[in-house]
């Protein structure tokens, strides 16, 4: 079974940025489609960004142009390079993976189906 534990957060300023990375264990990492979502105090998850075994990649509105998700699969990790960063962008950062069927932006729209997930890692965006 696959585990994911994700790492790199912490308290950054306006304007900074930060990578995040997700590391697998337990399974052949590169043959899963791997996602990185967000969950605010007080909202609903959101997803952020997803990228796929074929290299297709999505990234939800606000994310576009600031964030780059990209994978190692020689280290089995996937990264979430953030900046730009704005206050709003506080939240928990969970990565998840599955044997995705069908295109990235579903499988970021259907999170809930996901199978795998760690724990998050917390990002504070502040002055």
């Known amino acids: 079974q696959l585990q994911l534990v994700e790492s790199g957060g912490g308290l950054v300023q306006p304007g900074g940025s930060l990578r995040l990375s997700c590391a697998a264990s337990?399974?052949?990492?590169?043959?899963?489609?791997i996602g990185w979502f967000r969950q605010a105090p007080g909202k609903d998850r959101e997803a952020v960004s997803c990228?796929?075994?074929?290299?297709?990649?999505y990234y939800e509105d606000s994310a576009k142009g600031r964030f780059t998700i990209s994978r190692d699969n020689a280290k089995s990790t996937v990264y979430l390079e953030m900046s730009s960063l704005k206050t709003e962008g506080t939240a928990v950062y969970s990565c998840?993976?599955?044997?995705?069927?069908?295109?990235?932006?579903?499988?970021?729209?259907?999170?809930?189906?996901?199978?795998?997930w760690g724990r998050g890692t917390q990002v504070t965006v502040s002055s």
């Open positions: 990228l796929t075994i074929d290299g297709s990649i």
């Open positions: 337990g399974a052949t990492a590169d043959h899963y489609d």
């Open positions: 998840a993976a599955d044997q995705w069927r069908g295109s990235v932006q579903d499988m970021c729209e259907q999170d809930y189906t996901l199978r795998s």
